[in-house]
């Protein structure tokens, strides 16, 4: 007798496990199934990877029934100041007291452990890892996807959350908009002598970003930020291959003095950006959410933001569904799910890809021009009001679970 | 826009039909069927759309009529069902998760035997019978619908009736129908046949009723109609419910 279930989520990541979760609380059955081992995801040092959680994101959390156990772990964003380089002129997006932070900036261990309990604790989760999926299949009545152990699971809705690459997604045919920045991120925790004072830091090259994000100090008392470092994809492999020291070297010549003395807390990895985009994230029986449905720069910490939204639209979608007694995998179901979301997130990955092709290009005219746009929008109430909401997450048309 | 071909004749060979009776050869016509019925795309598909809008008037009227907590997933539990003219099973599969014992009937043999090869595959116990509502002994039912049906019937009368005979006491009823407006036929027969949203022939305009002459019939019947709900569509919002009663509306009715 096999176990049918709702859902048979393909990716049990950040945004597959919210999923899980805030469909459970809606009584919504499901199949989670990841490749990597749990253990070694949440392993001490596995990444320096981390995260800005949006004011509507740390909603989502709150509906799952996250919040006590992150609440101690989130580092609130008072404000972010943008320089283009280390020049004169710096925007900054600083909320008055009464509107609340910008967001908070979460290690992604500490995100994925606070997950991790909660989903071993959710009895309607059925989570299968570390496991890879051998094949996936869609058929007319449900869902089905057999492990490389010979276990077949099946549901009713299958959900691709495998992150960029998604086979659930290729194999569904999706034709994707994507193109490379032909840059990687590199990526580290950050020791430094001064306080951060809650800032995040995004000082523009020609080469890319290189972002500051502010983290709660250390256990015993050390400043602590997030480094995302862009370079071109040439110069990667040069700085991968420079020793800590080196590497601290440089990256102080891209900060100076701002945080003061530096040292790196935990291993550096690196990853490729690319900027992707299907206007189709729906097919028969399928949904994607999350980055298997856009990638993007993580210029503006708005991925997995984006991708939470996935997550509560999906959600509240499926749950008119179970109150009206449709079939999950029901078209018009999943057409609404796929409308809802189609204008956001081009409207954010837009916004993130300008923002990037701006800073991007090289030369002092280049750079004057930015500046010049930088104090506009410093002097523009409005406008700095609308990246503000941008970067809360909280403009356009929020899911329920996403609301106060 | 069609859930039935129901027309009024008499000695129409009646009898369950379960996917498990059909036999293999015959099986597999009706699977055809009911694959195109259930296709979202294919000759249904304004059905397919019209489903998340009546579903969502239902909903509101059993919770209604019955006090249902708004979130319960079953609030059909317990209770039975009948859908006169149920097509391929588009309104019975949902009536069944929402927890109704639920019994459907269509003129048609074929749709019938489609419906019951649907449920099969997707698992459900529901009851589909061919035939006319009017000559069949099924008992009383808690909630009966008949959605899309009166307006290709030519005897109206004798319908409601035959409809108000199926329910129980304190049970529930909820029709939907095209209005006979100018609207209507510019918009149901006009273009949406005409470009073949719908499939052509489907409506006659004069055999369409308004919500005053239903009010009539089901008063005659001895039940009390509700406030209809028209069922608008806009380029934007799709299908909706919405207070413009031209195009096509549905209401709730009960016994006195």
């Not at chain 1, 990841?34 to 040092?45: F, K, Q, V």
């Not at chain 1, 004057?368 to 009001?385: D, E, F, N, P």
């Not at chain 2, 809008?53 to 209604?64: M, P």
Request: charged share 25%; hydrophobic share 45%.
């Amino acid at each position: 007798m096999t176990d049918k279930r709702d859902l048979l989520i393909l990716g049990g990541g950040l945004v597959g496990m919210t999923l899980a979760l805030a469909a459970a609380k809606k009584g919504l059955s499901s199949h989670l199934v990841d490749r990597a081992d749990p253990a070694s995801l949440t392993a001490d040092g596995f990444d320096g990877r981390a995260s800005a959680i949006s004011t509507a994101s740390w909603r989502l959390f709150r509906h799952v029934g996250l919040e006590e156990t992150l609440e101690p772990h989130g580092c609130d964003i008072a404000a972010i100041a943008v320089l283009d380089q280390m020049k004169r002129g710096r925007l900054d997006f600083r909320p008055e007291p009464h509107e609340g932070t910008l967001g908070r900036m979460f290690a992604n261990r500490q995100l994925r452990l606070a997950l991790h309990e909660a989903a071993k604790k959710e009895p309607l989760i059925s989570w299968h890892a570390p496991v890879e999926v051998l094949s996936r299949d869609r058929s007319e009545f449900g869902v089905s996807a057999t492990l490389g152990d010979g276990t077949v699971l099946e549901a009713a809705l299958m959900i691709g959350a495998e992150g960029r690459g998604s086979p659930s997604r290729e194999e569904a045919g999706f034709k994707m908009a994507s193109w490379d920045y032909s840059h990687r991120a590199m990526i580290t925790g950050l020791d430094h002598s001064k306080s951060h004072e809650n800032i995040a830091w995004e000082i523009f090259y020609p080469d890319g970003p290189f972002a500051l994000l502010p983290m709660l100090d250390g256990p015993d008392g050390q400043h602590r930020s997030a480094l995302v470092w862009t370079v071109d994809e040439k110069d990667a492999a040069g700085v991968l291959k420079l020793s800590d020291r080196a590497f601290l070297a440089e990256v102080h010549k891209r900060m100076g003095d701002l945080l003061g003395e530096l040292t790196l807390n935990s291993s550096r990895s690196s990853y490729p950006l690319s900027f992707q985009h299907t206007a189709k994230i729906v097919e028969h029986r399928l949904a994607l959410v999350g980055d298997s449905a856009h990638g993007m720069h993580p210029i503006a910490g708005q991925g997995l933001n984006l991708g939470l939204r996935d997550v509560g639209a999906l959600v509240e979608v499926l749950d008119e569904a179970l109150r009206l007694g449709l079939d999950l995998g029901d078209a018009q179901v999943l057409a609404k799910y796929e409308k809802w979301r189609a204008l956001d997130s081009l409207m954010v990955m837009g916004a993130t890809d300008s923002l990037t092709r701006i800073f991007g290009i090289p030369g002092k005219t280049a750079s004057a021009v930015r500046r010049l746009g930088m104090a506009g929008i410093q002097r523009t109430s409005w406008l700095k009001a609308f990246f503000m909401n941008e970067a809360r997450g909280v403009s356009g048309d929020l899911p329920e679970l996403l609301k106060a | 826009m069609s859930d039935a071909t129901t027309q009024p004749r008499s000695n129409t060979s009646a009898g369950t039909i379960s996917g498990a009776t059909i036999r293999a050869d015959e099986a597999a016509h009706f699977g055809k069927l009911a694959k195109d019925w259930w296709d979202p795309k294919g000759s249904s598909a304004m059905l397919h759309r019209l489903n998340p809008v009546r579903l969502q008037f239902l909903r509101e009227a059993i919770d209604l009529h019955w006090a249902c907590d708004i979130e319960a997933r079953r609030p059909l539990a317990g209770k039975s069902a009948l859908d006169v003219g149920c097509g391929a099973g588009l309104l019975c599969e949902p009536l069944a998760r929402l927890g109704a014992d639920v019994t459907g009937v269509d003129a048609a043999p074929e749709n019938a035997a489609a419906a019951a090869v649907h449920a099969e595959g997707a698992g459900f116990d529901i009851r589909y019978i061919a035939g006319e509502v009017g000559a069949l002994d099924l008992g009383t039912f808690d909630l009966v619908t008949a959605m899309e049906v009166i307006e290709h019937v030519a005897d109206k009368r004798a319908f409601v009736a035959a409809l108000a005979a199926r329910l129980a006491p304190g049970g529930l009823m909820v029709l939907s129908t095209p209005n006979r407006t100018p609207q209507s036929r510019l918009l149901m027969i006009g273009a949406a046949e005409g470009v073949g949203l719908i499939p052509r022939g489907t409506h006659h305009w004069d055999d369409f009723i308004t919500p005053e002459e239903l009010d009539a019939l089901l008063d005659e019947a001895g039940l009390d109609m509700g406030e209809p709900r028209g069922i608008g569509f806009s380029p934007a919002k799709g299908l909706h419910l919405s207070d413009n009663l031209a195009l096509n509306y549905i209401v709730t009715a009960r016994a006195r």
